[in-house]
């Protein structure tokens, strides 16, 4: 949905770079997945509910980027809670991997939040950020 915004916004690059986001995050799931599987675990996709967004400007979108990585991280924690509490050291590995990610991700957007801010309503300044975007590789 962010990336819809931005393209919105005309910020093509910002709504590449979400689109990459939201990809990986899709490879992410499918890692969760496979690991049930492999552990002759069912898997059952459930309903995912959409946030209220109201986006006007791309720092309003990083913003929630990040509210959503945090969250994200919150839960992945949890599930490490869970996993040492049940005796669950099989799934160290991949919970270690997603801490660790989850730690990249975040940092990730938040130095993207902070150019943004940097530059404020500058829109060469933001023409730019969109423009370093872009080039992002997946």
Same mark, same amino acid.
């Given at each position: 949905q962010l990336a819809y #915004? !931005?393209?919105?916004? /005309? +910020?093509?690059g910002m709504?590449?770079?979400?689109? $990459? $986001?939201a990809a #990986?995050?899709?490879?992410h799931a499918q890692k969760f997945a496979q690991h049930l599987l492999d552990r002759e675990a069912r898997v059952d =996709?459930? @309903?995912v509910e959409m946030p /209220? !967004?109201? =986006?006007? @400007?791309? !720092?309003? &979108? +990083?913003?929630a980027s990040l509210e959503? #990585? %945090?969250?994200v991280s919150a839960m992945i924690r949890d599930l490490v809670h869970t996993a040492e509490e049940v005796g669950d050291i099989d799934s160290r590995s991949l919970l270690n991997f997603f801490l660790d990610e989850q730690i990249e991700e975040e940092a990730t957007v938040s130095e993207i939040i902070d150019r943004i801010k940097l530059v404020g309503n500058d829109g060469s300044g933001l023409l730019r950020i969109d423009s #370093? !975007? &872009? %080039?992002r590789n997946a």
């Open positions: #915004e !931005l393209d919105r916004l /005309s +910020f093509p709504r590449d770079w979400m689109f $990459q $986001q #990986e995050e899709r490879v =996709i459930e @309903t /209220s !967004l109201k =986006i006007s @400007t791309p !720092l309003d &979108a +990083f913003e959503h #990585e %945090k969250k #370093e !975007l &872009a %080039k």
